[in-house]
Each structure stands twice: as C-alpha cells, then as structure tokens.
C-alpha cells in the first residue's frame, strides 16, 4: 500500500490521439512480488502490462497507472487501474480485449471490466477512498486449509469489544508517522475514514468446524507503506491482552515506529474496493490530490 503523495508532473487526461480506458481487476498476490514492475521479478503490472502488449499487438508496452500500488503478497479483488490506448486501437480491438487478455493472462489475476473512463479521470489521483480487509483466524486448531492463502491464524482468542475500542482513537486525520515506513519527500499525513472489527463465518459450508474470522474493515483516502498491517498489529496486541485499549493510540501521538508493533505477514490483507467521486468532480479531485498534505497549524 504505497499511495505515496510527491507531485509528479501534472496531468489531468490523455495525450492527443489518446483514450483512457479503466480496467477494473483482481488478483491473489502470493506469487508476486507486488504491483508495481521489478526488474527479475514476478509482479502484478508487470504480467498486465506484458499480456497488454501481447493482445494488441504492440511494439512498446502500454504503462498502467494504479490506484494502490500493493505489497507483496497482497491480494486484491477490487483494484483499479487506467491506460491510455490509441484511440484507432480501442475502437478497433476494444470489444475483443476483454476476452484475449483472459485467455493471456495467469490464473492469479483477472481483469473484469474494461471501460472508457470519464474526463478527469486517474485511477490514483481522483480516487477518495481504498477499503482494505485483514482476516484472522483466531481458532486454536489454526485456520482451514482452504482459506490459508488469505487468512492469517492468530493463536490466541481475540475480544473484537477492546480491538473496536482501541479503533475510534485512531479514526480521522492524523500523521500515521508511527505506522508506516517513511519514504523521501512523502507526507505520512492521512484521513483514515473507517477502522473496525466483526466476526463473520470463516466459510459457510464448514462454519461448524472452522469457527469464524475476525475481520477488518480499514477506509482511508490513502494509505502509506505498511500502515494496515502495522495499525492491524497493534490491534491485534489489544485483542489479545497484551496491551491495554490505548496502546495503538499512545503509538500514533508518539509520531515513531514501536517496537512492540508488528507489521503483520501480508497475505491476510485484500484490496476490496476504491472509490471515486462523480464524474463531474474527478477533474477537481485529481488535481487536489497531488498537493502534498499537511495538518492544521503544521
């Protein structure tokens, strides 16, 4: 989760002769080295950009912007992404694409939708929310083998009462300083909109002998580098007892990683779901969005 906010080069649509289309996608990140292209390594663009590039029959490659660059082995199954085609391309290929890039691409990622995207639109930067979930399995016989991949096993009971408490001190804007790791010239500043747990049934055909999941909803305009799974682990200590309700917000005020906090293993964490405004606000958000944040009286 690396929305990091330095202003790169302004630029609101497409170039001339250009159309933006929106791919609406999914992918389980097990096997990859994240979203974002790495030289020798196996990642999420790279496969979509290479498999794009295969079923258009390009000479270059077509970059991909994101709407959340994921770490490795995160899943999604809500991301967002744009690409700028030639618009004697899309109107050509544009109905056939759908179908040629599933029968290029691996079985770890999916792209369901492909759309002409709205003037003003930039899957970054004219999004207004990300909603990520963690699940834990809490279960003392550990997690069901089915649901390994995505769920991280937790060996000790946790009260979803205190984790709901320990939350609310951390909802709103905040400079997230002590959960992420800082990158050069990138404010740590965010709103985080929605944080809270809920049990749910681990499966609904074995909810009887897997138990249930605690799960995290986690909303936020942007998140910076390991901040779910960082804010997650602090949780996770109040859970269980090993911290009392105000740990996770005592972390935050402390504006400095704890080293009592964990940023836990990634394959627990899934992209659900980005917002967007309507689409005659995305030209005012995408601009607004590349202003480097910071807080009232800073």
């Not at 995505?150 to 001190?169: F, Q, S, T, Y």
């Not at 305009?221 to 996770?236: I, S």
């Not at 917002?275 to 030209?283: C, N």
Request: hydrophobic content about 40%; some cysteine; overall charge neutral.
């Amino acid at each position: 989760m690396k929305d990091c906010e330095q202003t790169p080069p302004r630029q609101d649509g497409p170039a001339e002769g250009l159309i933006r289309i929106r791919l609406d996608l999914a992918y389980h990140g097990a096997e990859f080295s994240g979203w974002a292209r790495q030289r020798g390594r196996r990642t999420v663009q790279g496969e979509l950009e290479d498999a794009l590039q295969v079923v258009t029959r390009s000479a270059e490659p077509f970059a991909l912007t994101v709407a959340g660059r994921t770490d490795a082995g995160v899943h999604a199954r809500g991301q967002v992404a744009h690409v700028d085609l030639p618009v004697e391309l899309w109107a050509l290929h544009g109905e056939k694409l759908l179908r040629r890039l599933a029968g290029r691409l691996p079985g770890d990622i999916r792209v369901y939708r492909l759309s002409e995207a709205p003037a003003g639109f930039d899957a970054r930067f004219a999004a207004i929310w990300r909603r990520y979930a963690y699940r834990v399995a809490d279960n003392q016989g550990g997690v069901d083998p089915l649901l390994r991949g995505h769920v991280l096993w937790h060996d000790r009971p946790l009260d979803i009462a205190k984790m709901n408490e320990a939350a609310r001190l951390l909802v709103g804007e905040h400079d997230f300083a002590a959960y992420c790791k800082k990158r050069e010239g990138a404010t740590t500043i965010r709103t985080l909109l929605e944080l809270h747990w809920e049990r749910v049934p681990a499966d609904g055909h074995t909810a009887g002998l897997a138990g249930d999941l605690a799960v995290a909803t986690v909303r936020a305009d942007a998140f910076c580098h390991n901040m779910v799974r960082a804010l997650v682990g602090a949780m996770l200590l109040v859970g269980d007892g090993h911290r009392p309700v105000e740990f996770p917000g005592e972390v935050l005020a402390g504006g400095v990683r704890n080293s009592a906090v964990n940023v836990i293993r990634p394959y627990g964490l899934t992209l659900e779901e980005v917002g967007y405004p309507a689409d005659d606000q995305l030209a005012e958000r995408n601009r607004t969005a590349r202003r480097l944040r910071t807080l009232p009286g800073s």
